[in-house]
């Protein structure tokens, strides 16, 4: 297995950093020299990181770093926001996400659950359905066994089994994460981007969700960004520790925690700022 290790020099700040990619490993998504603007203001700099496939990958580093900024590049979420900037290449499994106009299709494969858990107001059954019945699907049968599977899937179902046609505004917050996270399953996603999905929730419904997230990397390519130190150690094979828009190193993350190759990724995990 072969192992590529990218020198970048950062002339600015007058010192060279090492990001290692592994790049024998398989990336499901490339990115190469992605450079993001909002209006004047420049959020991400010449990032380059490849994510493997049925890993978790997460993203660290403090408040207004882009984490987030860079995590909504990889489903084309940022193109929402009036005057955003971007060049340089996302390659999701070979096909350029920027150079394809099929943005619902790369929604669906490219699955997204937010920081606050986010359901509409209608019942357990409806939300999860929802994107599928969108995709067309209208046979009860085959919705119910998508809504079954979805539910298992995210850990919920035994919570929620005799309760499907009740509001889900009505489900704890952690019970509703991980709703929200079945209504991402349910539209048979491959990658699934989660930013600070436990930031809302007590610590039992976040080791809930922590656990969920290790059982679904045996299907499912995971981004996440965090804030916890201890989570991303817990649940990440590899993390990216971001700073004013960089990337400053990439590594497995118990490199990243143990012996980490850049002070200023040594200083942010040992919490001497951030
Ligand atoms: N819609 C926007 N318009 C203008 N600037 C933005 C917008 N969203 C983010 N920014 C700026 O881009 C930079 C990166 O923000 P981003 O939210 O990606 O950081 P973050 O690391 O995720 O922060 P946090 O951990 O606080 O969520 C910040 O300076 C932020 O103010």
Redesign the pocket.
Known sequence: MSTTVIERNNAEKGNFSQMKQHSGEAAKISVTDLNLF??E?Q?LYNVSLGIQEKKVTALI?P????????LRTLNRMNDL?DGVKITGDIVVDSENIYQSNDVIKLRTKVGMVFQKPNLFPMSIYDNVAYGPRMQGIKNKKELNKIVEESLRGAAIWDEVKDRLKTSALGLSGGQQQRVCIARAIAMKPEIILMD?PTSALDPISTLKVEELITHMKKDYTIVI?T?NMQQAARVSDKTAF?LN?EIIEYDETDHIFSMPQDQRTKDYVTGRFG
């Open positions: 909002y209006g203001k959020a580093g408040s207004g770093c882009g984490k987030s900024t860079f926001i600070e960004v804030h971001f828009g």
